[in-house]
């Protein structure tokens, strides 16, 4: 019989401490100071699992932090100049206009990571308390059946499930709310999701994995401010796909690269990709003599208004892109996260009841009454055109731009996983890939420019239900895509005598960089990602 748990109780408890989760608490305190509210995050410090591009726009913040502009986070330059080109192996055209929804006048580009380190202490000063290197393992339900909480994950179990000498119970936190802000494919909300059918009346939800590094150059190279927008090469026509270039100040620039994970050829390799955009000629001479200094990735959620799923379930609700909310078209989801945040704040505290309780009932309704729903009803059919392939998805965003999303239809959306195509069967494009010489050379040295750590003595956190799929079916079906998807080369087939194969699925849990893509992309979805120890994973800085 197992030891009874620690317990701490609150009024909200927020898994997640990125913009959606503080944006939340701070405005809850501000605006009722009397409930108790804490934020647990499953990173060593707040910020260091935080990545994006980012440009965000401030009206959200402004409205949260009036005065912010006055002392603004460590990394925050006014958006200047925008470009958007179209690339071809050797070169590329400048369109001779931006997008409405990608300029940036009034903008900022920011680390996302050191704003929410930024946003962290103002928090604190409110009353909120914050647990960095809490993670949660799962959620708690009372006999009904409604969320009361969730509970933090032991610390020191061995990969063999024994206790080690620091073993450590993980504590249960118990709230009247529970707030889920743990960005794309959180691991809890996608159990809850299934748990309470949260998606049974939207689309699936659609995904990109982002892949971004952070460069310090010579003096004289970087125009802080400039943002430069591509499409085109390295992705063929039937993969969507684009990078960003942002200069910051300090002569270093943010970059990074976005692949659509409904791409279809089972031998496309979104990592090769990014490396090989930065082989460009309108990108390897800006980076050459430049140092790396940081690297990571992350999934975006992309799926838009006809995936969200319901955002309101018995005890919890979920904001952010937990639910769903970038604006795949602006490239932003820092003021979403931010909207939606604060809107949970505004729902939660208007409740006056005698007895105390706070109820999750009202929100999805008013979430979906909000401008950040009307934001992205405009856009909806904008991402899901390019499934059409890029000419048509092209045509088709001046279309609904145009129109501001007034057209009759809507673009339905499924699974990416089940866009993947077999071998024979799936088209092969010439990726007509160059040499690379740009540091990091291979995927290992971009996991050590992520800083990522894991104990290697710990239970494996990605879960694969079935390894024998992987050696036979996966193999001959799809060429095992795991080992090409990954960007951190987490999973690897390895030769294996005493197997009826000969080989078998190697798991390097230690290099993953939780960005959550097998989770989503595996075909056969058969892989489970879950928390490792609270603390476990990337360190990523100003990412």
Known sequence: MSEPRDVMEYD?????????????????????????????????????????????????????????????????????????WFLTKTGGTKFPFVPPQMRNHGNFIVSLGALCAWLAPQAEALGVEIYPGFAAAETLHDAGGRVTGVRIGDMGVAKDGSHKPGYTQGI?????????????????????????????????????????????LPPGRVQPGKIVHSMGWPADSHTYGGSFLYHLDGDRVAIGYVSGLDYRDPNYQPYEAFQQWKHHPHVKPLLEGGTILSAGARAIVTGGWQSLPKVEMPGALLIGDTAGLLNVPKVKGTHQAMRSGMLAAEHVAAQKADDGALDSTGFDAALRASPAMAELRKVRNIKPGFKKGLWFGLVNSAWETATAGLSPWTWKCKADWSALEKLGEAEQPKRDYVERTLAPRDRLAGVYFAATEHDEDQPVHLIVRDTNVCVTRCAEEYGNPCTRFCPANVYEIVPEPAAPTGKRLQINAANCVHCKTCDIKDPYQIIDWVTPEGGSGPNYQNL
């Open 12 to 84: 909200v408890v927020t898994v997640g401490a990125g913009p959606a989760g503080l944006a939340f608490a701070i405005r809850l305190k501000q605006l009722r100071p009397d409930l108790s509210v804490c934020v647990i995050e499953k990173a060593s410090t707040v910020g260091a699992h935080i990545l994006s591009g980012a440009v965000i726009e401030p009206q959200p913040l402004d409205a949260l932090l009036p005065g912010w502009r006055d002392n603004p986070p460590p990394v925050c330059v006014p958006a200047g100049e925008d470009e958007f």
């Open 172 to 216: 249960d936190i118990q709230a009247k709310l529970t707030v889920l802000a743990e960005g794309a494919r959180g691991h809890l909300t996608k159990r809850l999701i299934r748990k309470f059918e949260l998606d049974r009346d939207s689309d699936p939800q659609n995904w990109s994995i982002g892949i971004k590094e952070l460069w310090q």
